[in-house]
């Protein structure tokens, strides 16, 4: 009696789990795909877009392509193969990502990019970015201010070269100092948005330029590497900035190591790309421009305890 007891409570969570996976494999299928979610910024990114997607009803898959075109193909064509109600894309480089795009989008499976764009128009339904001009303006501006204001001469860490962001960033921070006869560009190295990269790019600027009085980078994640070579190398008084956000750079902020950073709202702008998906498949319209421009907040030590993990909290 008591063995019959026990396969009837075990047949009972079996038949309820196998329903409860039925129900959940009934949910339509978002898929988002990010670069790395080693990368704090693409980490709370997915996990915003993840929250908000299974909020509106949706179950969700996660991927990372690691800036890996041939990677992004795969998991789009396996996107497709799932039969995703919709991709959700930080896309693996602007000319690369567009067959990827135009494929899931001929599949009948609508694209929301976030993060970077595409170098094309009216393939993706919505195309959500931070405004990186905007951003490195306003850190550009801090940096300047920053520094000396007799003159000094400056180094620039740029990001991954296939990254349209990484070119909208050094343009709009030279926009602001190249106007400014006192400073002086001595070197620029690319440190492929890499924390170990921009240390040892960093220590081999300074060795070669002693006179550096600051290092402008175009993320938070290189600024990180930059100040480590700083400190290893005793030096102070460098004025350091960067472009994210990240809650290291915002820590650092406050210890007083790095001066600013511009905050991309990456919790807001995945939120928008997960919200105009679930009104797309529902009205066949998101309600908005294809390209949606979202401003930049600059985060210094005045303002940085308003700031949490990409988002402002104050």
């Known amino acids: ?38 990368n704090p910024f693409f980490k709370v ?16 898959r996660v991927d990372a392509h690691n800036d890996d075109a041939y990677q992004q193909d795969v998991l789009v064509d396996a996107a497709i193969a799932s039969q995703a109600s919709a991709i959700i894309l930080d896309n693996a480089g602007s000319d690369s990502s567009i067959s990827a795009v135009r ?36 850190v550009a501006k801090a940096f300047a201010d920053a520094l000396p204001a007799n003159g000094a001469a400056y180094a620039e860490l740029l990001g991954r070269e296939s990254d349209t962001n990484a070119q909208v960033r050094t343009a709009g921070f030279h926009a602001v100092l190249d106007k400014i006869p006192a400073l002086h560009q001595v070197a620029a190295q690319s440190a492929n948005w890499s924390q170990a990269e921009a240390f040892q790019k960093t220590e081999t ?24 070579a700083v400190k290893t190398a005793g030096l102070k008084g460098i004025v350091l900035v960067g472009f994210d956000g990240s809650p290291d750079a915002v820590s650092a902020i406050q210890a007083g ?58």
């Open 1 to 38: 009696m008591k063995r019959l007891i026990t396969f009837c409570i075990t047949a009972v969570c079996t038949v309820q789990l196998c329903g409860c996976n039925r129900s959940e494999m009934k949910k339509p299928l978002i898929a988002i795909i990010v670069p790395s979610q080693d």
């Open 45 to 60: 990114e997915a996990d915003a877009a993840a929250a908000k997607a299974i909020e509106l009803g949706y179950r969700v």
């Open 103 to 138: 494929r899931a989008t001929n599949a009948g499976i609508p694209c929301f990019l976030v993060d970077r764009e595409i170098d094309a128009r009216g393939i993706a339904k919505a195309q959500i970015v931070a405004d990186n001009r905007q951003g490195a303006e306003l």
């Open 205 to 228: 600027m300074l060795q070669s330029h002693p006179e550096i009085k600051g290092i402008i980078a175009g993320n938070d994640t290189m600024v990180i590497g930059a100040s480590a």
């Open 257 to 314: 190591t790095v001066t600013a950073t511009a905050l991309q709202p990456a919790v807001v702008i995945s939120h928008m790309a997960v919200e105009q998906a679930d009104r797309y498949l529902k009205t066949h319209t998101t309600g908005h421009p294809e390209v949606q421009v979202i401003a930049c907040d600059l985060v210094t030590h005045a303002n940085a305890k308003n700031f949490h993990n990409f988002e402002r909290v104050q």
